[in-house]
């Protein structure tokens, strides 16, 4: 380009950012700011999309109620991506170029996220608060990627700690999904196996959006497991461990899940059959009211008729929203993408109301908190802490 186009181009943007002074930033006008979700709404994983969005919705209503943040309510336009990664960049594309979202949030899921990134990565769009542990969000360090949970690894490191050095249990499995999810949960109890010097006893997998595990099953049964770590969607994990629980070699297993199981959904799909089953999770028991920010939540789901939708995922989601509003009023001046990138790192600790996030220059994880959760007597409750009474599953 030459010297005299260069001019023109530089004028060209100046006159485009003259007309653009009042609205600001995409998504951003004097009284609101428009945020974007693509996740699934129908389909194994409805329950993690829904929840996310209940839970992002209702901390956005607390924050409107009280006039928004600086004057600006937050809104929220979620896509339905069916947890199809094709879908889940269609949607994004669609949310930042035609909707002209300020940022994406909430995301579900791991191949989701995969197609998304790279979308928001090229627009500079900050992708918040998704909902999946994987490593690539995390590893090698995204500017654009702002996680609020701790990472899969973590939650192995965590289901490895309990079972192999408190149970001094040996052989391990993994039935996993088989995508880029059920990959990253692999590699994560691999790596907390090695570290103890251990292998995998063996692995099974299943189809993303399918309910077929027999030959999962078969796999896993051939090596005698003492455990078996599932990482899937809660539809096809139920039906992995009833079928488990009638087959000699899998019956007196400990199933443990990580977290994107969706914890309520997979155990009243499981009913009775849940009994025993340990489930990692990146948030705190949604029913230990000793936490301030979950008394908030509850007050807050019970204000908006939500009480019945009380859970893990509806938490995260509350939190994400949280932690969204108070990094947006930490902005100074009308809120850019960059601006609210920077306020995350300069503000460091979001400390939630006894859930406490920190950030850093080459830090985009908020919590490292993993917080192991059993079926016990057919209630869900905390692992190794009686004093927090356990809610029944339905
Ligand atoms: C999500 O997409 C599927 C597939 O197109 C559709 O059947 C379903 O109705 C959609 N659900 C919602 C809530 O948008
Ligand atoms: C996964 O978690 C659910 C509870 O959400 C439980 O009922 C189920 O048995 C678990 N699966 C395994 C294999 O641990
Ligand atoms: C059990 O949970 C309560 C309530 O959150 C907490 O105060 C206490 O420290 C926990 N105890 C243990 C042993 O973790």
Known sequence: ?????????????????????????????DNSVLLGQSCALNGPAEALGTGMQTGLTVAFGVANANGGVDGRTIELKSMNDSYEPDRCEKAVTALIEKAKVFMMIGGVGTPTAKAAVPVCEANEVPFVAPFTGAEFLRNPFKKYVVNLRASYNQEMEALAAYLVDEQGLKNIACFYQNDGYGQAGLAGITKALESRGMSLAGTGTYERNTVAVGQGLSDVAGTNPDAIIMVG??????????????????????????????????TSELGSLGEGVIISQVVPFPWDTSIPVVKEFHNEMNKAGKSDQIGFVTLEGYLAGKFFVNALDNVEGTPSREAFLASVQNTGTFDLGGFVLEFGPDDHQGSDNVFLTWVNDGKLAPLGNTSIAGVPIE
């Open 1 to 29: 380009m030459n010297r005299f186009s260069k001019a023109m181009l530089a004028l060209a943007f100046t006159g485009a950012a003259l007309v653009g002074v009042a609205g600001a930033e995409n998504g951003v006008t």
């Open 233 to 266: 969607a809660y539809k096809p994990c139920a039906e992995f461990i009833k079928q488990a629980k009638s087959n000699d070699a899998t019956k007196s297993a400990v199933f443990c899940n990580i977290s994107f199981v969706g914890t309520k959904a997979l």
